[in-house]
């Protein structure tokens, strides 16, 4: 034992000896021991406090072991901790008939899974069946899980290394006004070129032959790419016309995040499908799910849906949904965290953006915001490479380094770090964490051309 593993908890010698970790070269990691946490803070074994500014992976919408939810998971683990998913269940029934109320349109029936991956697996199934075709058009730049299929539908490197992956997916281009792939002056010319662009693919594809167009509503992880009004209309306008499912991915930006309570509702836009995970119940049980239209639940009707899950709809996950639908009810979440980013989040960004030369763009909505950074704004070359990894990442490890040393957990991607801390985050806690890459911003500046 070296010198340095004698002062480390048993928990973190056990994780190195034995935990495999997701997307990581086992060797090289130094994971914190996380031992508590509470609203927008955690903490580890070493007294070190963190304002949570990534939601742990952008899903504990309602802040750490809200005691009312926490409750609620005791209270149903007394009463029923787990029954098979061809049974009924009051958690169950409660958390569909929930979750179809809030949805759009005529999507009112849930099928529930363990996750995001899951969901969206399941999303392309129903599509499948419901269509009788099978190829599926997904974005560049876009994440939708770590499964076979998910993974391949994926749009973003973390693909790569599962190729060939599922057969039947087709990529395109999705909006993204500041990195235009159509070189759009602005978001209108975006939305319109970017449409055509998909017109375009569907022509040579043959539109009659794709089940499903899945999309991010607003792009997570790959940006925070919200697109410009319009394009989400254009995209169900375009499905309408072939016959094709539109599924909206909302496991990371539905249940609040956008300051809705589905991201589609801030463009009044009806998917056939929304995938839903994450921010459903925070993650403090794992669950997912898929909303349904009718339309596609009666293609199941006489015919057997051909997938399952031991635990779908599991009560525990189930009463925690239902539980966390309740307290953002009675404590105005969604409401408050539109509030967040029209009154804190973007006037602080945008005000920060004219002082830091590194800054790019600021961009989002509710609170899932990114601040894009530049070596230089006039030619909008990345403070680091597209994937950068080692050396070449070392201007945003220094910066994600600089965040945590003040006390800030920060969400960092490729060039870009998101402000996605809880929904239930103070006006104070928002303003101190924004201080705090205020701060550590200085750090990116240094690479900047001011
Ligand atoms: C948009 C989107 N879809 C799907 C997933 C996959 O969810 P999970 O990790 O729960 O399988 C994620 C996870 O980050 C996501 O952001």
């Not at 409660?94 to 949805?103: M, V």
């Not at 969901?119 to 770590?146: D, P």
């Not at 973007?346 to 920060?352: D, H």
């Not at 990114?370 to 201007?395: C, H, Q, S, W, Y």
Request: contains cysteine.
């Amino acid at each position: 034992m070296t010198s340095l593993e004698t002062a480390r908890s048993q928990a973190y010698l056990d994780d190195r000896a034995h935990v495999f970790h997701s997307w990581s070269a086992q060797a090289a990691l130094d994971p914190l021991v996380v031992v508590g946490a509470e609203g927008s803070r955690f903490w580890d074994d070493q007294g070190r406090s963190y304002l949570d500014f990534a939601s742990q992976l952008v899903n504990v919408n309602i802040g750490h072991q809200h005691p009312k939810l926490v409750a609620a998971i005791k209270e149903q683990a007394d009463k029923l901790c787990t029954v098979a998913p061809f049974h009924a269940n009051d958690a169950r029934s409660e958390a569909a008939r929930l979750i179809a109320e809030l949805a759009p349109g005529d999507l009112d029936m849930v099928f529930f899974t363990n996750g995001g991956a899951e969901a969206t697996e399941n999303a392309i199934r129903l599509a499948r069946g419901h269509t009788g075709r099978f190829k599926v058009l997904t974005t560049y730049r876009s994440y939708h899980g770590g499964t076979n299929g998910a993974i391949t539908m994926t749009g973003d490197p973390r693909r790569w290394g599962n190729e060939p992956g599922a057969p039947g997916m087709v990529k395109f281009w999705g909006p993204y006004t500041y990195r235009s792939a159509f070189h759009a002056a602005d978001d209108a010319e975006e939305c319109e070129r970017a449409l055509a662009h998909l017109a375009d693919v569907l022509m040579v594809e043959g539109g009659h032959t794709v089940a499903a167009i899945v999309l991010e509503t607003v792009v997570g992880t790959n940006g925070i790419l919200v697109p410009p009004d319009g394009y989400l209309q254009g995209v169900r306008d375009l499905c309408d016309e072939h016959g094709i499912v539109m599924i909206a991915d909302e496991v990371m930006a539905g249940f609040g995040r956008c300051g809705e309570w589905f991201a589609v509702d801030h463009w009044d836009v009806t998917p056939d499908l929304i995938c839903f995970a994450k921010g459903v119940n925070s993650g403090y049980i794992p669950i997912g799910g898929v909303v349904i239209s009718r339309r596609i639940a009666d293609t199941y009707a006489q015919r057997p849906y051909p997938g399952g899950l031991t635990y779908s709809g599991h009560p525990l996950a189930c009463a925690s949904a239902v539980a966390s639908i309740g307290i953002f009810k009675e404590e105005g979440i969604v409401e408050h965290a539109r509030r967040l980013g029209t009154d804190v989040i973007g006037p602080t960004l945008a005000e920060m953006a004219t002082r830091h030369p590194s800054i790019g763009e600021v961009r989002g909505l509710g609170v899932f915001w990114a601040i894009e950074l530049v070596k230089d704004r006039a030619t909008r070359e990345p403070l680091v490479p597209f994937n950068a990894v080692g050396l070449a990442a070392k201007p945003m490890n220094d910066l994600a380094a600089a965040c945590k040393e003040r006390g800030l957990w920060p969400f960092t991607h490729f060039n870009r770090m998101h402000v996605v801390p809880p929904l239930t985050t103070t006006d104070e806690e928002m303003r101190e964490g924004l201080a705090i890459i205020d701060e550590a911003l200085a750090v990116a500046d240094e690479h900047a051309t001011a």
